[in-house]
């Protein structure tokens, strides 16, 4: 066992700067706590650079609670096709951090038009958003779709998820989200837009249910994909697990950013 740094922070284009999770791994016959797990004491920093790598803004977090910082000084909106660094250190005189990781924020794109607010559950018709494209540099746009309902209530289930409940054992469907979603997963219109169709797998809830579409950057595409392999998603031999790839230097986690739109519709039974 090596004890490694694991950070946890997701910068969204448009919102305020996120907060930065710092904890340890702790020993595999330990069990895991998070106030053991926390880093404390941490000088944490998030830069925007210029094109050229050069910095351009510096904002100093502050820790707010065991291993969680902050940026309280002001807001900063995240900046959609900016490149962000994110560097932590032991002391604030180390010249070199202990802990760095660097995020391209995807571009800006906007909801165009959809199909509806209201639909009968597993009814002729799905949620289509149709949308402008995120730009990446040097690859095509993976997506994220994700459903997060207003009430999640285990009588408002649908059956998927109602037969999967267990009243001993409860778990939350409040946030659905799909996998990696590329090119050949969605409608590539003439004037350059994309429609998406929005399976009824990811309603897990009946009402109201918000729906966001991010575009992610490379470190939550890489987890996301080399994660899906070790739980089993692919035709790696047994015993045989591939790394995680973290895009972390100095420790593991995910230092990741994203772009999305947002629309809210309303899921009816169809009985």
Same mark, same amino acid.
């Given at each position: 066992?090596?004890? &490694?740094?694991?950070?946890?922070?997701?910068?969204?284009?448009?919102?305020?700067?996120?907060?930065?999770?710092?904890?340890?791994?702790?020993?595999?016959?330990?069990?895991?706590?998070?106030?053991?797990?926390?880093?404390?004491?941490?000088?944490?920093?998030?830069i925007?650079?210029?094109?050229?790598?050069?910095?351009?803004?510096?904002?100093?977090?502050?820790?707010?609670?065991?291993?969680?910082?902050?940026?309280?000084?002001?807001?900063?909106?995240?900046?959609?096709?900016?490149?962000?660094?994110l560097e932590v250190?032991?002391?604030?005189?180390?010249?070199?951090?202990? +802990?760095?990781?660097?995020?391209?924020?995807?571009?800006?794109?906007?909801?165009?038009s959809?199909?509806?607010?209201?639909?009968?559950?597993?009814?002729?018709?799905?949620?289509?958003?149709?949308f402008?494209?995120?730009?990446?540099?040097?690859?095509?746009?993976?997506?994220?779709?994700?459903?997060?309902?207003?009430?999640?209530?285990?009588? &408002?289930l649908?059956?998927?998820?109602?037969?999967?409940?267990?009243?001993?054992?409860p778990?939350?469907?409040?946030?659905?989200?799909?996998?990696?979603?590329?090119?050949?997963?969605?409608? &590539?219109?003439?004037?350059?837009?994309?429609?998406?169709? +929005?399976?009824?797998?990811?309603?897990?809830?009946?009402?109201?249910n918000?729906?966001?579409?991010?575009?992610?950057?490379?470190?939550?595409?890489?987890?996301?994909?080399?994660?899906?392999?070790?739980?089993?998603?692919?035709?790696?031999?047994?015993? &045989?697990?591939?790394?995680?790839?973290?895009?972390?230097?100095?420790?593991?986690?995910?230092?990741?950013?994203?772009?999305?739109?947002?629309?809210?519709?309303?899921?009816?039974?169809?009985?």
């Open positions: 066992f090596e004890e &490694q740094m694991v950070v946890e922070a997701f910068l969204t284009a448009g919102r305020n700067l996120p907060e930065v999770q710092l904890t340890r791994t702790l020993p595999f016959n330990r069990a895991y706590s998070r106030s053991e797990a926390a880093l404390s004491g941490m000088h944490v920093r998030i925007l650079l210029e094109t050229n790598g050069e910095p351009a803004l510096v904002f100093n977090l502050s820790e707010i609670s065991n291993g969680i910082y902050r940026y309280q000084t002001e807001s900063h909106v995240v900046r959609a096709g900016r490149r962000y660094r250190r032991e002391s604030a005189g180390d010249e070199e951090p202990v +802990l760095r990781a660097t995020t391209f924020v995807p571009g800006a794109f906007d909801l165009v959809d199909n509806g607010s209201a639909f009968i559950y597993q009814g002729p018709e799905q949620y289509e958003p149709t402008t494209r995120s730009q990446y540099p040097g690859r095509q746009t993976y997506y994220v779709a994700s459903v997060r309902a207003s009430e999640p209530e285990p009588d &408002q649908t059956p998927f998820y109602a037969d999967q409940y267990d009243e001993d054992n778990r939350e469907y409040d946030r659905i989200s799909s996998g990696i979603i590329n090119e050949e997963n969605y409608e &590539q219109n003439e004037d350059g837009t994309i429609t998406l169709k +929005l399976p009824w797998i990811a309603i897990a809830y009946y009402g109201l918000e729906v966001s579409v991010f575009a992610i950057d490379t470190n939550i595409y890489d987890y996301i994909r080399t994660l899906g392999i070790q739980q089993g998603g692919s035709t790696l031999s047994p015993g &045989q697990i591939e790394n995680v790839i973290w895009n972390v230097e100095g420790g593991i986690g995910i230092f990741g950013s994203r772009s999305g739109i947002e629309a809210t519709i309303l899921v009816e039974p169809g009985f």
